[in-house]
């Protein structure tokens, strides 16, 4: 399959408790990139990595690539209800004219009030 | 900036009939758009990388004569589902890469929600 895999495939929190999401991928990359769908809508984007990046932070949400394991995480902080949403995280391979976005399969966040 | 529209948003039709729809980059030029197609509580599946002004790619296992995509401006792209049957009742939503880009700036549609009866 082409699909990255994550990890876990649902968790749910209480509100204010940290939420980890994880992401592993096959090919080399350029970038990976973190998105956020509401129930049903269409996609946010949330952060970029790029390939020669390790750590990166945008207000409560902390994303770490290692490239070695071919592994991506996504943290958000004091995670609120209106988190609850599914992420995913998407890979542009490294090489081809494209740079075509290859999505994982998804985490179902539940943040419980 | 960076919006990118999708219309319908809904649509619902009989099997057989053929439902066109379209990806449309409002403020900035898209040299390549993407269709995806994502099923209840799965994730997104590229279909096609869509060129303007040349055939699309098309993923593996995608029919070629059953998604036909024409991007024939720097701002629109189409996909028509031909013939379409209630296995494809999917969520269809496309992305533009904006000129000069590399995998970063894709924006992406809200999405267009298929259903075949």
């Known amino acids: 399959s082409q699909q990255g895999e994550e990890d876990p495939q649902a968790l749910s929190i209480q509100e204010g408790e940290n939420a980890t999401m994880n992401c592993s991928y096959k090919t080399s990359i350029n970038n990976l990139q973190w998105y956020r769908q509401n129930s049903g809508r269409g996609l946010v984007h949330l952060i970029l990595?790029?390939?020669?990046?390790r750590e990166k932070h945008s207000g409560r949400l902390r994303v770490t690539l290692d490239t070695s394991k071919k592994s991506s995480s996504l943290l958000i902080t004091a995670s609120r209800a209106a988190d609850t949403a599914s992420y995913f995280c998407a890979t542009a391979r490294q090489g081809g004219a494209t740079n075509k976005l290859i999505f994982g399969t998804g985490t179902l966040l539940a943040v419980q009030p | 900036g960076a919006v990118v529209s999708q219309h319908p948003s809904r649509v619902i039709c009989k099997s057989g009939t053929s439902v066109k729809i379209e990806c449309r980059s409002l403020?900035?030029?898209?040299?390549?758009m993407f269709w995806y197609r994502q099923f209840p509580k799965q994730s997104l599946m590229l279909m096609a990388t869509s060129n303007e002004g040349s055939k699309a790619t098309y993923e593996q296992g995608v029919e070629k004569d059953k998604f036909l995509i024409n991007h024939a401006s720097l701002t629109l792209s189409t996909l028509t589902v031909t013939s379409a049957h209630p296995e494809d009742s999917s969520f269809y939503i496309c992305?533009?890469?904006?000129w000069g880009t590399g995998g970063e700036g894709q924006f992406f549609g809200p999405g267009t929600r298929l259903t075949v009866l």
């Open positions: 992305s533009a890469r904006a």
């Open positions: 403020d900035f030029q898209a040299t390549t």
């Open positions: 990595i790029r390939s020669n990046e």
